[in-house]
Nanobody
Framework: QLQLVESGGGLVQPGGSLRLSCAAS????????IAWFRQAPGKEREGLLC????????NYADSVKGRFTISRDNAKNTVYLQMNSLNAEDTAVYYC?????????????????????WGQGTQVTVSS
């Protein structure tokens, strides 16, 4: 059974940092594109960053440029979202999602419909 499990969320003060993890079970991530999305209360789901199987990353959200980065460690079957300089507008449930691609693919997308597998989400709350 293919599963994605996010972890690392929690309560952080404004200006702080968190690193979210997206761990895969039941499949190996080296042939899957991974993206991070978030959804704040009352708002639509927002695509943030993605990383291709070849390691190319793309940022789809201007609001997190220069603050969030995505990386993957295929040996650990995990993708990370490093979040720095957090502010209250970053409060949301964060999801990772996966889509199958070849190992050399450079593609990664920022739309939810492009992904087949989703984690259950992890809450990030930025508050003093």
């Amino acid at each position: 059974q293919l599963q994605l499990v996010e972890s690392g969320g929690g309560l952080v003060q404004p200006g702080g940092s968190l690193r979210l993890s997206c761990a895969a079970s039941g499949f190996t991530l080296d042939t899957y594109v991974i993206a991070w999305f978030r959804q704040a209360p009352g708002k639509e789901r927002e695509g943030l960053l993605c990383i291709s199987t070849s390691g190319r990353s793309r940022n789809y959200a201007d609001s997190v440029k220069g603050r969030f980065t995505i990386s993957r460690d295929n040996a650990k079957n995990t993708v990370y979202l490093q979040m720095n300089s957090l502010n209250a507008e970053d409060t949301a449930v964060y999801y990772c999602a996966a889509a199958a691609r070849s190992r050399s693919s450079m593609w990664c997308g920022g739309e939810g419909y492009e992904y087949n597998y989703w984690g259950q989400g992890t809450q990030v709350t930025v508050s003093s």
